[in-house]
């Protein structure tokens, strides 16, 4: 398996608070891809962070990656209702297809 | 630019029938790949195609799952017979190339009765 400890599974917080879901990965990658799926559609690329890069911020996300420990975490910050879908994280071995963590629920309640 | 298109959106099959997906990649990609993604097993890669050419196949899914990619603006996904245990929903995405973005089509759900 690429992924060593899981993500959490799922997460509820309120309307403005900050949230951080981590991936673990066991071979080298060159990118981290994280990906966010609404109910009852594909997963979306919301960040796309390069192993030469330690952070990555996009608005209220912010993703980053560690190579030594082979880990990548992403934030979000003021989490909104909107931000309530599965987020994945996924690994990019070269000349391979994407490898994907299992989702971590985000679920953001009023 | 359309995204990735996925005919049918819902189907549903009898045990022992044949079904096809099909797929329409983003325009100019290079890169097409079928997903089957259930709550339980998370996204499992089922074909990687790379301008047309067969790089990977999802070494569970060999026995029953045929993908192919006809010409690099159409792709089919045929399970044959089908399985109760085959319900999930199948998600296919072009990408233009390694270490790029996949975009996925909106994705097929199906049922096998």
């Known amino acids: 398996s690429q992924w060593g400890e899981e993500n959490l599974q799922a997460l509820s917080i309120q309307e403005g608070e900050d949230v951080t879901m981590n991936c673990s990965y066991k071979?080298?990658?060159?990118?981290v891809h994280w990906y966010r799926q609404d109910s009852g559609r594909g997963p979306a690329l919301i960040i796309l962070?390069?192993?030469?890069?330690r952070e990555k911020r996009s608005g209220r996300l912010r993703a980053t990656l560690d190579t030594s420990s082979q880990s990548s975490s992403l934030s979000i910050t003021a989490a909104q209702c909107e931000d309530t879908a599965v987020y994945f994280c996924?690994?990019?071995?070269?000349?391979?297809?994407?490898?994907f963590g299992t989702g971590t629920t985000v679920s953001v309640s009023p | 630019d359309a995204g990735v298109t996925q005919t049918p959106r819902h189907e549903v099959a009898e045990k022992g029938q044949t079904i096809i997906l099909k797929c329409e990649p983003v325009?100019?990609?290079?890169?097409l790949f079928w997903y089957r993604q259930t709550k339980i097993q998370g996204l499992e890669l089922l074909s990687y195609?790379?301008?047309?050419?067969?790089?990977?196949d999802g070494g569970a899914f060999k026995d029953r799952f045929k993908a192919e990619m006809l010409n690099s603006s159409f792709s089919t996904l045929k399970i044959q017979p089908t399985e109760p245990k085959d319900s999930a929903v199948y998600l296919c995405?072009?990408?233009?190339?390694?270490?790029?973005?996949?975009?996925f089509g909106p994705g097929t759900r199906l049922t096998v009765l």
């Open positions: 995405a072009s990408s233009p190339g390694a270490y790029a973005e996949q975009f």
């Open positions: 071979t080298y990658t060159t990118v």
């Open positions: 962070i390069r192993s030469n890069e």
């Open positions: 996924a690994t990019d071995e070269k000349g391979r297809a994407l490898i």
């Open positions: 325009s100019g990609h290079n890169d």
């Open positions: 195609f790379r301008s047309k050419s067969l790089m990977e």
